[in-house]
């Protein structure tokens, strides 16, 4: 049996709907949130076998998972009080209108070492427009009183508007530095579909302005001593234990709506129905060389590069051939 170390879970819920995001979600509700959780209880049996392992990374992620409130958020931390390594990394994303003191208080119960937090855009025109109004004190002060529960600490930043100039960018980038936080997210808008932006006749900006910003990014996070170690993250000294486990395509449970696994030789996606829930809607059964493909396309994605040592003990096959 596969000695999985890693789980990802999925919390469909927002207390706000941003415009340009397609993440599995919908607006928190009392009866939606019970009938997920029964589910949720239904899919787990499923995997029961692996819950007596020991877990390296744990992973809540959203959607928002601090949008469902103490109570509920204590029945998904109690499903998830797993058997833990000595270095554990155990993350939970919060929308930062969420956190509050209980909130904080209630992960560090469960073992919580590391929260995520979306800043992505301090300035009001761009707030507004991806209807994300979040005033600037308000943001510092809950960032802040995360600091005092939490020694590692993401925030996401987002960049790449259209007509966003690079001191627009370089606000909101002193802001996130301005916290000394632990480690950086970067991301450029990507207009998804079946969002309303898309449907606003919002048009991206252009790709080569869109990769100057992100050289920008790079310099000056870079010069203040973050390493970049993936295209779209940056550590001080803690790297995400937990996202390295998908670049190095090491398997992982995927548990909730829309989340993603893989187990053996299957990488799996949930629906993203919450009345067919947990009915898998992707079972990819991988042969040697679709490993060898997704070791290669999730490898590349760190800045390192693919390891060819662990590629020729892993396949017993010479990467240049
Ligand atoms: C699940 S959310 C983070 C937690 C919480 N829900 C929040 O928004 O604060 C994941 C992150 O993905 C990024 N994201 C979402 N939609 C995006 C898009 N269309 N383009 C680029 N980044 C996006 C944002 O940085 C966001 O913080
Ligand atoms: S960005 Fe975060 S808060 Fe906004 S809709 Fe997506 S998951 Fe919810």
């Given at each position: 049996?596969?000695?999985?170390?890693?789980?990802?879970?999925?919390?469909?819920?927002?207390?706000?709907?941003?415009?340009?995001?397609?993440?599995?979600?919908?607006?928190?509700?009392?009866?939606?949130?019970?009938?997920y959780?029964?589910?949720?209880?239904?899919?787990?049996?499923k995997?029961?076998?692996?819950?007596?392992?020991?877990?390296?990374?744990?992973?809540?992620?959203?959607?928002?998972?601090?949008?469902?409130?103490?109570?509920?958020?204590?029945?998904?931390?109690?499903?998830?009080?797993?058997?833990?390594?000595?270095?554990?990394e155990?993350?939970?994303?919060l929308?930062?209108?969420?956190?509050?003191?209980?909130?904080?208080?209630l992960?560090?119960?469960?073992?919580?070492?590391?929260?995520?937090?979306?800043?992505?855009?301090?300035?009001?025109?761009y707030?507004?427009?991806?209807?994300?109004?979040?005033?600037?004190?308000?943001?510092?002060?809950?960032?802040?009183?995360?600091?005092?529960?939490?020694?590692?600490?993401?925030?996401?930043?987002?960049?790449?508007?259209?007509?966003?100039?690079?001191?627009?960018l370089?606000d909101?980038?002193n802001?996130?530095?301005?916290f000394?936080?632990?480690?950086?997210?970067?991301?450029?808008?990507?207009?998804?579909?079946?969002?309303y932006?898309?449907?606003?006749?919002?048009?991206?900006?252009?790709?080569?302005?869109?990769?100057?910003?992100y050289?920008y990014?790079?310099?000056?996070?870079?010069?203040?001593?973050y390493?970049?170690?993936?295209?779209?993250?940056?550590?001080?000294?803690?790297?995400?234990?937990?996202n390295?486990?998908?670049?190095?395509?090491e398997?992982?449970?995927?548990?909730?709506?829309?989340?993603?696994?893989?187990?053996?030789?299957?990488?799996?996606?949930?629906?993203?129905?919450?009345?067919?829930?947990?009915?898998?809607?992707?079972?990819?059964?991988?042969?040697?060389?679709?490993?060898?493909?997704?070791?290669?396309?999730l490898?590349?994605?760190?800045?390192?590069?693919?390891?060819?040592?662990?590629?020729?003990?892993?396949?017993?096959?010479?990467?240049?051939?």
């Amino acid at each position: 049996m596969t000695n999985i170390k890693s789980i990802y879970l999925h919390v469909p819920f927002c207390t706000n709907i941003c415009n340009y995001c397609d993440f599995c979600k919908m607006y928190y509700n009392d009866k939606f949130f019970e009938l997920y959780y029964l589910k949720l209880l239904e899919e787990i049996k499923k995997y029961k076998v692996y819950l007596n392992n020991t877990f390296k990374t744990i992973y809540i992620g959203g959607g928002s998972p601090s949008s469902i409130g103490i109570n509920n958020l204590e029945k998904i931390l109690k499903i998830l009080d797993l058997k833990k390594e000595d270095d554990y990394e155990y993350t939970v994303e919060l929308m930062p209108l969420d956190i509050t003191e209980d909130l904080l208080k209630l992960l560090r119960k469960y073992g919580v070492n590391r929260v995520s937090i979306g800043v992505e855009t301090i300035n009001k025109k761009y707030q507004k427009l991806f209807n994300r109004e979040i005033d600037k004190e308000v943001l510092t002060s809950k960032i802040n009183l995360t600091k005092k529960y939490f020694n590692n600490i993401n925030l996401d930043l987002m960049y790449a508007f259209k007509d966003q100039t690079i001191k627009e960018l370089e606000d909101d980038i002193n802001y996130i530095l301005s916290f000394d936080i632990e480690h950086i997210s970067t991301y450029s808008l990507i207009l998804e579909n079946n969002t309303y932006l898309k449907y606003s006749n919002y048009k991206e900006i252009d790709d080569s302005i869109s990769s100057q910003m992100y050289f920008y990014v790079k310099q000056k996070l870079e010069s203040i001593g973050y390493k970049h170690y993936e295209l779209s993250n940056y550590a001080k000294n803690k790297v995400s234990k937990h996202n390295l486990v998908y670049w190095n395509n090491e398997e992982y449970l995927g548990l909730g709506l829309s989340a993603s696994g893989y187990i053996g030789d299957i990488r799996y996606t949930n629906t993203r129905n919450l009345d067919k829930y947990p009915l898998n809607i992707e079972n990819e059964r991988l042969n040697k060389k679709d490993k060898m493909t997704y070791f290669m396309i999730l490898g590349l994605r760190k800045i390192e590069g693919i390891n060819i040592k662990e590629f020729e003990k892993l396949f017993n096959k010479n990467i240049y051939m």
